[in-house]
T-cell receptor, first 114, second 114 residues
Framework: AQSVTQLGSHVSVSEGALVLLRCNYS??????LFWYVQYPNQGLQLLLK??????LVKGINGFEAEFKKSETSFHLTKPSAHMSDAAEYFC????????????FGGGTRVLVKP | KAGVTQTPRYLIKTRGQQVTLSCSPI?????VSWYQQTPGQGLQFLFE???????NKGNFPGRFSGRQFSNSRSEMNVSTLELGDSALYLC?????????????FGPGTRLLVL
């Protein structure tokens, strides 16, 4: 069975500082990998996804993530935090054969300090 | 193009009752997936429907069921409600035509069981 671990349930960053959210997965074969963001009282919005090919993936709102097979990681970064980045972020995986069945990590809530 | 619509947005029920939640996917999308989000268990996959057939199923008891209509709208039903069923129920849609596709999430239905 697949599992996803997000290190740190809460992260506090200063506006303009680097945002780094960690995600590690457990899977016998590399799955598809995703990062979603959830703003209060809203559903999930896809930030970026990795399927195959280039291991550095760029997403929306200046976020990017790097797939490292040897480390089974897919960490999310943004060079400069903005107040609007305050939200909860979820890493998710999907087995390549399972289509639309996502397994999510526990989430990381980001607080941005002015 | 209209997004994913979920109704109702908020619901209060008492233990032992049953509840039906509705999801209208994006026009043209044929796949609908349902997820439960709770503070304790996080985001968990319930099931996926494609062309009126259940295509994937998560690890939930039989009290949780769903269906999909010919217009792709989907409903999920929870019978004999328990306090632990209090959660945000999210539905996601995609075209379902195969391969990996972006899932578009609705705003969710927040269910409170008293």
């Amino acid at each position: 069975a697949q599992s996803v671990t997000q290190l740190g349930s809460h992260v506090s960053v200063s506006e303009g500082a680097l945002v780094l959210l960690r995600c590690n997965y457990s899977s016998s074969v590399p799955p598809y990998l995703f990062w979603y963001v959830q703003y209060p009282n809203q559903g999930l919005q896809l930030l970026l996804k990795y399927t195959t090919g280039a291991t550095l993936v760029k997403g929306i709102n200046g976020f990017e993530a790097e797939f490292k097979k040897s480390e089974t990681s897919f960490h999310l970064t943004k060079p400069s935090a903005h107040m609007s980045d305050a939200a909860e972020y979820f890493c998710a995986v999907s087995p390549k054969a399972a289509g639309n069945k996502l397994t999510f990590g526990g989430g990381t809530r980001v607080l941005v300090k002015p | 193009k209209a997004g994913v619509t979920q109704t109702p947005r908020y619901l209060i029920k008492t233990r032992g009752q049953q509840v039906t939640l509705s999801c209208s996917p994006i026009s043209g999308h044929r796949s609908v997936s349902w997820y439960q989000q709770t503070p304790g268990q996080g985001l968990q996959f319930l099931f996926e429907y494609f062309s009126e057939t259940q295509r994937n199923k998560g690890n939930f008891p039989g009290r949780f069921s769903g269906r999909q209509f010919s217009n792709s709208r989907s409903e999920m039903n929870v019978s004999t409600l328990e306090l632990g069923d209090s959660a945000l129920y999210l539905c996601a849609s995609n075209s379902g035509t195969g391969g990996l596709e972006t899932q578009y999430f609705g705003p969710g239905t927040r269910l409170l069981v008293l």
